[in-house]
């Protein structure tokens, strides 16, 4: 439910504290309810948690909130946008204060470029994030909602972080009405 990558984070620390960095990434912080990214737009950089947690999410064309996943340190966002050369694919929100290494396009892509470690590491999160997609797709159609609910009150409880209603529904898939229906099911 919260995705971290320590191996990425101590990667990019790594450049950003030597000298070979030349002040090319720089570390950012962002407020709760500010955005990293946003949907449809173009953005210049990629960037890379440091701190804090975030929630991907897709507005849909009728309004409606689909939350992807909920990002905390070592989590990298923006470099689809930047390989692919492309606008935001989502929006990513900070849902505690955020701080993040920015990282420009044309400095990631020339990372990518010389350094196979930054490829591997890559690769690596995506293979992760195919196969967390699966899982919780696997995973939403095998349990209830309420068991689903159950698990994110348990991260928002061990992360201290509040959800509103429709945050929750918007990750769990659901209505604000069939949420507070499992909510109420689940206090009986």
């Given amino acids: 439910m919260l995705r971290t990558n320590q191996k990425f984070l101590d990667f990019i620390q790594g450049i950003y504290d030597s000298t070979f960095n030349g002040n090319h990434i720089i570390l950012?912080?962002?407020?709760?309810?500010?955005?990293?990214?946003?949907?449809?737009?173009?953005?210049?950089?990629?960037?890379?948690?440091?701190?804090?947690i975030t929630k991907c999410f897709f507005n849909e064309e009728n309004d409606k909130e689909f939350i992807v996943e909920f990002l905390g340190k070592g989590e990298i966002i923006g470099e689809i946008?930047?390989?692919?050369?492309?606008?935001?694919?989502?929006?990513?929100?900070a849902i505690t204060n955020v701080s993040a290494f920015v990282i420009p396009s044309p400095y990631f892509q020339e990372l990518l470029n010389k350094d196979l470690h930054l490829n591997k590491l890559?690769?690596?999160?995506?293979?992760?994030?195919i196969v967390n997609t699966s899982s919780r797709a696997a995973f939403q159609q095998l349990y209830t909602v309420e068991h689903s609910l159950s698990k994110l009150l348990e991260l928002q409880s061990k992360q201290e972080i509040q959800l509103s209603k429709e945050e929750m529904a918007a990750y769990l898939g659901i209505s604000v009405r069939s949420l507070n229906r499992s909510l109420k099911n689940m206090i009986e």
């Fill in 81 to 93: 946008e930047s390989i692919r050369q492309m606008p935001c694919l989502c929006s990513v929100e």
């Fill in 122 to 129: 890559l690769l690596e999160a995506f293979a992760e994030r």
């Fill in 28 to 52: 950012k912080s962002f407020l709760k309810g500010q955005k990293l990214l946003h949907q449809d737009q173009i953005t210049h950089n990629v960037m890379l948690l440091q701190s804090g």
